[in-house]
């Protein structure tokens, strides 16, 4: 069974800043938001002491128009400038025609959370988004997206606590959640790119990236180990790229030798190549775990370029920086630095502050939404891993005209 992507064309429209092109095969299908209970009272009793007068409202009309009398020239003579930058700003078609940085659905990837059961459920930190029942809210979401451009997906599954273990032996199941999942969204979309997580963290008792030894050492080789056997489970059920997040060290490398030694040479590696100790992750986490052993501490960049070149020269074939936003100078480093495509990983917790801000009414969310896109892009990054992903892509197809780049 196919999904309805191939349909009329879709054009953007002509807004201020995003390049015009048509997207053939796209429909500006209707983006209905499913927007799940978001605890702002407290902060919303906090904003009504402010001081209005000191507020414009972000949803307001515009500004008061410009007076009828202009202001009488204060100069008898003009600047004698042999260079007026802004003569390329002057009017909407020039502002479009020199942007230089632009954004399609396909630079984007879909990350949707799954669980065993059959009802969507709202993931409370996160607004808009569900913990998706793997056959039919799924397949639902997926076909959504296609229908504005974005075709990939990468796939986050909640694990069952009866089925964790310390060694984490359920990430390899080949009738496990996760390779359910990708065969049955293979055969109802043969041509969508998945994305799979080879990630220790949700199959773990501990929840922490790796076998975990009495004295609380993580163990990486033996980590390894059963990564290697996850990322082939994968693959075997048809994931088109396996995603090495952990950050242990030489993961790339025998990842690579294990989907090669069982035919999978077709199969590409997206590695978390720089991925921070971040405090914007586990937006629906029970507890906070130290990861500083295995993630990257987010005062270096020197690190950061070592480890991305490690995973280079291991076959890594897409490099990933998590969290985006706060690593934009860490995706131009690795642009100028590498051939290989670029990822950025818009986590959960620059999501939910976008998110949170524009239902308080404190920023307008889509304009804060496409902008922090389009710089990520800017910074060099090909692809963008994001919540946001069917919410911009509608918007970039033209189904929502209000949004106007500046």
């Not at 009793?45 to 414009?56: H, P, R």
């Not at 004698?80 to 003569?87: D, H």
């Not at 359910?180 to 969508?192: E, G, H, N, S």
């Not at 990257?296 to 280079?312: G, H, K, Q, T």
Request: hydrophobic fraction near 40%; glycine fraction near 6%; aromatic fraction near 6%.
């Amino acid at each position: 069974m196919t999904s309805s992507m191939f349909r009329s064309p879709c054009k953007i429209p002509s807004v201020k800043g995003f390049e015009q092109k048509s997207y053939v095969g796209l429909k500006a299908a209707s983006y209905n938001v499913r927007v799940n209970s978001f605890k702002s009272s407290e902060v919303a009793s906090q904003l009504q002491k402010i001081d209005s007068t000191l507020i414009w409202p972000v949803n307001a009309p515009e500004a008061p128009p410009l007076p009828s009398k202009l202001a009488e020239p204060v100069i008898d003579q003009p600047l004698q400038l042999s260079r007026r930058a802004r003569r390329n700003r002057k009017c909407p078609s020039q502002r479009a025609a020199f942007q230089e940085t632009n954004i399609s659905p396909a630079n984007l990837i879909y990350p949707l959370f799954i669980h065993e059961g059959e009802v969507d459920i709202p993931i409370t930190t996160m607004p808009g988004r569900y913990m998706l029942g793997w056959r039919h809210g799924l397949n639902e979401e997926v076909a959504r997206a296609r229908d504005v451009g974005v075709n990939s997906i990468k796939l986050y599954p909640k694990v069952p606590e009866a089925k964790k273990s310390p060694t984490g032996e359920e990430a390899f199941n080949d009738n496990g959640l996760v390779p359910r999942t990708v065969r049955l969204l293979k055969d109802r979309f043969p041509d969508l790119v998945i994305y799979t997580d080879v990630n220790f963290d949700e199959y773990s008792t501990t929840g922490h990236g790796g076998i975990v030894r009495e004295d609380g050492v993580i163990l990486n080789d033996e980590t390894i180990h059963q990564l290697r056997k996850q990322a082939v489970s994968q693959a075997r059920a048809g994931a088109d790229v396996v995603c090495t997040s952990e950050m242990l060290d030489g993961r790339v490398g025998a990842v690579r030798a294990a989907l090669d030694a069982e035919g999978f040479q077709h199969v590409s590696i997206m590695s978390y190549s720089v991925k921070y100790t971040s405090s914007l992750y586990g937006r629906f986490r029970k507890v906070e775990l130290d990861k500083k052993t295995y993630q990257i501490n987010p005062a270096n960049s020197r690190e950061a370029l070592l480890e991305a070149r490690e995973d280079e020269a291991e076959g890594a074939d897409i490099l990933m920086v998590k969290p985006a936003l706060l690593s934009l100078d860490i995706i131009r480093l690795l642009k100028d630095q590498t051939l290989l495509p670029i990822g950025a990983c818009q986590v959960s917790g620059e999501y939910s502050m976008i998110k949170a801000a524009g239902l308080l009414k404190m920023i307008d969310e889509e304009k804060v939404m496409m902008e922090s896109l389009i710089c990520m892009r800017r910074a060099g990054a090909d692809l963008i891993l994001t919540y946001f992903a069917l919410q911009a892509a509608t918007k970039l197809c033209g189904h929502n005209k209000r949004f106007i780049a500046n």
